[in-house]
C-alpha cells in the first residue's frame, strides 16, 4: 500500500483536554467559515471539490489532528466507496482521504443545516430520504442514475453513527447501484474518528486518524443474491482492519 500523509504539518495545540478541544472547535470552524465563503464564488464543481479538500486537509492538521491514508491506489476509475461511520467527522475525513471526484450520498436531513447544506450542495452531493417511501424511491432511482452514468459515489452504508463502537447493519442502497451500474464496489476504513469526537460530544480531542482504501471487490451481477454477498465480502473487508465487534444481528 502507498502511504499519502496529510499533505501540512500539524500544529501544536494546548496540551489540556479542554483547552485543546476548545482550540481545535475555533481551528477546524474557522477553516470551514473561509472555505464556505471561497465556495460561493469559485466556479466549475471539480475547482469546489478540489477546494474542500485542501480545506479539510488544513482544518484537520491546523486542530493538530494527524490523518494517514494508504491504499488511495484502489479508488483509481469507475467506482462506489463504501465506510464505517463512528463520528461527525467523517466526511471530512473522507474528503480529506479521497480523490476529489466523489459525490458523498448523506441523508436529507441534513438539509435542515444551512450552511451546511450549502457547502454539500456546492460539492455536489446526493440526498437520500430515510423516512418518506415515495420519495426515497425517487432519490434511490436519482442515485441509480448517477452511478450507472460513471459518477463516483460515496455512501455510509450504517446511515447514522452511535455512542457504542461496532460495525452496524450494511443497507443494500450502495451495493445495489453497483451492481446495477456493473462498478466495483471500494471499502474503506476510518479509524480514530470515534475517539477524537463520539456521538454526544462537541469538543473534539487529539488522536491519529487512519484512512486505510482496501481492493476493490467486483460486482457478480445484480440478483438480491448477488447484491448480498456484495455487500458482506465489504463488511467483512472493512471489519479485518476496524478493530470493533460486529453489531450485525446473527441471522441464526
Known amino acids: 500500500m502507498s502511504l499519502d500523509p496529510a ?7 494546548p496540551a489540556s483536554s479542554w483547552g485543546y478541544g476548545i482550540y481545535a472547535l ?23 471539490r478540489r477546494l474542500v479538500r485542501a480545506s479539510a486537509r488544513i482544518a484537520l492538521a491546523a486542530a493538530g489532528i494527524p490523518l494517514t491514508t494508504m491504499g488511495t491506489e484502489h479508488v483509481a476509475g469507475r ?3 463504501v465506510a464505517n461511520h463512528a463520528s461527525y467527522l467523517d466526511g471530512m475525513i473522507l474528503t480529506a482521504a479521497l480523490p476529489p471526484s466523489f459525490s458523498f450520498v448523506i441523508k436529507r436531513e441534513v438539509t435542515s443545516v444551512p450552511f ?8 455536489g452531493s446526493q440526498f437520500v430520504e430515510r423516512f418518506d417511501r415515495h420519495r426515497g424511491g425517487v432519490d434511490a432511482r436519482r442515485i ?10 460515496a455512501f455510509f452504508p450504517e446511515g447514522t453513527f452511535r455512542r457504542d463502537a461496532g460495525l452496524a447493519r450494511f443497507h443494500t442502497g450502495a451495493f445495489t447501484a453497483a451492481a446495477r451500474a456493473e462498478v466495483p464496489v471500494v471499502p474503506v476504513v476510518i479509524r480514530g474518528s470515534r ?17 486505510i482504501v482496501r481492493p476493490a471487490i467486483q460486482t457478480l451481477g445484480t440478483t438480491p443474491e448477488a447484491v448480498a454477498s456484495l455487500r458482506e465480502a465489504s463488511r467483512r473487508a472493512i471489519l479485518e482492519l476496524l478493530d470493533e465487534p460486529d453489531l450485525e444481528p446473527d441471522p441464526g
Open 7 to 13: 499533505a501540512v504539518s500539524p500544529a501544536e495545540p
Open 26 to 48: 475555533v481551528a477546524v470552524g474557522a477553516v470551514a467559515l473561509g472555505c464556505l465563503l471561497l465556495l460561493t464564488i469559485t466556479p466549475g464543481l471539480a475547482r469546489r
Open 79 to 81: 467506482c462506489i466507496v
Open 116 to 123: 451546511l447544506h450549502l457547502l454539500l450542495r456546492r460539492i
Open 144 to 153: 441509480l442514475r448517477a452511478a450507472a452514468a460513471g459518477q463516483a459515489l
Open 195 to 211: 475517539d477524537v469526537l463520539p456521538a454526544g460530544a462537541w469538543l473534539p480531542r487529539r488522536r491519529r486518524l487512519e484512512v
